[in-house]
């Protein structure tokens, strides 16, 4: 008579989470509690190397997105999992993140003990997620980097670039300013590298030097780098690779009880004065929980050793004197970014709703210009307001062994630049305590709409995978006086499938996937012919992957893979004088996409 009374409990939570909670009982609704009677469970203790327990360890599913944490006596235990291969991590601050793979059958509990290793500069046993199963970044053919949270804590940064090249070996950035940083992975970014939230690709006007990834890792719980094309999970642009930032999950907490929590954090950078704060606030009754928070961060100009510039000296060239020292002009920025998020989680899985907001206001040197203090050629600068937001419904439902993924996203997207005047300014708050109103001559703005769905299957025998489709609508409109790109809608439609074979020792994969892009434009004082206004492509991706386990801790990988990134709207249509980088750019409407092919071989080793 127990089970009857937790499938009532399930089916009585969901109608709470529907009262309270409309938009997401589409995601809901159609979970079956009655598959808990095919469930598993895992239970165990996680201790430290000399047997102590440890409470508090996170113990997680990262394909559920489900997880716990362990008790005072360091024990824990998942209920009503699906049956099949899970991989679990067990995360705690200050030991390495370990990673168990275990078969649950229907009814029964499996039991897992876990010695949590004390985290010195070993590299961490992680998952991954953007691959046809979570797995080891050990075991998965991808060549794949993860940091968690507790990494991007200690290496915190206005700039995802920056942020990314201090952290994973391999990985660059392109520098304009403090908070400027694009990541390169091998010699590609911009628009060459896709940048993504959850998996939802985020558009950010990448086309240009200047324009770099609207994301901060305030809110990320971990960040997936993966090198080389990935057109297969995630589209056009993800020509080089992808970079997959993972929001932190809604809290939750044991039914009838409640948890509250927070974090505070500050930063502090001598060079160019720039003070950061950040707040995380959580809290959980029962199933469901709560999660908000901000980082605000504000930073003067650079300064350089004062030395004499080439004006000075005549020296110029590539390794010649610097154009500027001492206090460099037009290179200060503030920016602030907030988010809440509310979700619960049960038999049928997690759903959440998620909303965030980005806004960066900077200056920036021109080319043209001169030393400070020239009253016949001072330095000239552009101030720039880029701003971003979000608001994704996504869940993780579990019916009869699938795990569905929906995703629904909105995104909005704003670039605006003013004109260069050398008078720029960043105060949010004029001298009459209200917002300031700027006039920018180049006004962006683009409205993205995106549908992803995911589905993994059941393992059949030894396969297990992913089948997907995304469908995606951008809604770009130039509105000020200068017209950069034309108005334009795109559509683009993907279907995929990425399969994955495990033959102990060996681990197998292989994807495919097709894009159907159409870019329709409105003829403006810039476009030359307006019957060129309308493109459409039609794409085909792939991959294969091994890789084989060689010894205790050593494997052998090898991936071929190949992506593409359509053109955009700025390539195909622009005409015109571009400002920040001082050059008249013209566009082809008859530029078909670009092509990459890759083929990896590496050696993994983790002790």
């Known amino acids: 008579m127990v089970l009857p009374s937790i499938l009532q409990r399930s089916a009585n939570q969901n109608r709470l989470l529907c009262a309270g909670l409309p938009l997401l009982c589409v995601f809901v609704l159609f979970a079956d ?9 895992v239970a165990g203790q996680v201790t430290t190397p000399d047997g102590e327990p440890l409470p508090g360890v996170q113990v997680v599913d990262p394909t559920l997105q489900r997880g716990v944490t362990t008790g005072p006596d360091g024990q824990y235990r998942l209920d009503r999992l699906p049956t099949g291969t899970h991989t679990l991590e067990y995360r705690f601050v200050g030991f390495q993140t370990a990673v168990q793979e275990v078969s649950l059958a229907a009814g029964k509990t499996a039991e897992v003990d876990v010695a949590l290793q004390s985290r010195v500069l070993e590299t961490e046993g ?15 053919p991808q060549s794949v980097d993860v940091l968690n949270e507790e990494d991007l804590d200690v290496n915190r940064s206005a700039s995802l670039g920056d942020l990314l090249s201090n952290s994973v070996a391999g990985v660059s950035s392109i520098k304009t300013g403090s908070q400027a940083g694009k990541p390169v992975l091998r ?3 911009g628009n060459r590298i896709r940048v993504l ?25 971990r960040i997936e780098v993966v090198r080389g094309p990935s057109s297969i999970q995630y589209g056009s642009d993800a020509l080089g690779g992808a970079i997959n930032v993972l929001t932190k999950d809604a809290p939750t907490a044991d039914l009838g009880e409640s948890r509250v929590g927070g974090k505070f954090r500050s930063q502090y950078f001598t060079n160019n004065d720039e003070r950061a704060v950040g707040l995380d606030l959580q809290g959980a009754r029962g199933p469901v929980g709560v999660r908000a928070g901000f980082e605000r961060r504000i930073a003067d100009n650079y300064t350089a050793p004062d030395e004499a510039t080439f004006f000075d000296t005549g020296n110029k060239g590539t390794f010649g004197d610097p154009k500027y020292t001492d206090e460099i002009p037009f290179t200060n920025f503030e920016q602030w970014n907030g988010y809440a998020q509310v979700g619960t989680q049960g038999d049928f899985g997690t759903v959440q709703l998620y ?7 900077h200056n920036f040197l021109l080319p043209t210009g001169g030393p400070k203090g020239n009253a016949n050629n001072p330095p000239d600068g552009l101030g720039q307001n880029l701003e971003h937001g979000n608001l994704v419904a996504k869940a993780n439902l579990v019916a009869d062994g699938f795990v569905i993924r929906p995703r629904l996203s909105l995104q909005t997207s704003i670039r605006q630049s003013g004109a260069p005047n050398g008078e720029q300014t960043l105060d949010f708050i004029d001298d009459n305590g209200g917002f300031n109103d700027f006039d920018y001559p180049l006004d962006l703005k683009t409205d993205i709409y995106t549908g992803r769905l995911e589905v993994v299957h059941p393992e059949i025998g030894p396969v297990g995978g992913t089948l997907g489709a995304e469908v995606q609508r951008q809604d770009a409109n130039t509105r000020g006086l200068a017209e950069l790109q034309p108005t334009a809608d795109t559509w683009n439609v993907g279907l995929f499938a990425f399969e994955e074979i495990d033959l102990a020792p060996w681990t197998l994969n292989a994807g495919i996937r097709g894009d159907v892009r159409t870019i329709d434009a409105e003829p403006n004082d810039r476009t030359t012919d307006s019957d060129a206004l309308e493109n459409e492509y039609v794409t085909l991706s792939g991959a294969l992957g091994a890789n084989v386990k060689v010894a205790d801790g050593i494997a052998l990988a090898t991936n071929l893979s190949s992506g593409f990134r359509a053109p955009s709207i700025f390539e195909l249509y622009a005409n015109g004088v571009h400002g920040g980088v001082a050059a008249f750019q013209v566009g082809d409407p008859d530029l078909d996409p670009e092509r990459a092919y890759s083929a990896d071989v590496s050696v993994r080793v983790r002790r």
Do not use: C, M
């Not at 909303?355 to 206001?361: F, I, K, L, S």
């Open 355 to 361: 909303g965030d907001y980005w806004v960066n206001r």
């Open 126 to 140: 992680v998952t991954v997620t953007g691959t046809a199963r979570a797995r080891s970044t050990l075991t998965t």
């Open 187 to 189: 010699g590609l970014s």
């Open 197 to 221: 939230k959850d998996g939802i690709a985020q558009e950010y006007y990448q086309f240009g030097v200047r324009h770099f990834p609207t994301t901060s890792s305030n809110e990320a719980e």
């Open 33 to 41: 509690p009655a598959s808990a009677q095919t469930r598993g469970a």
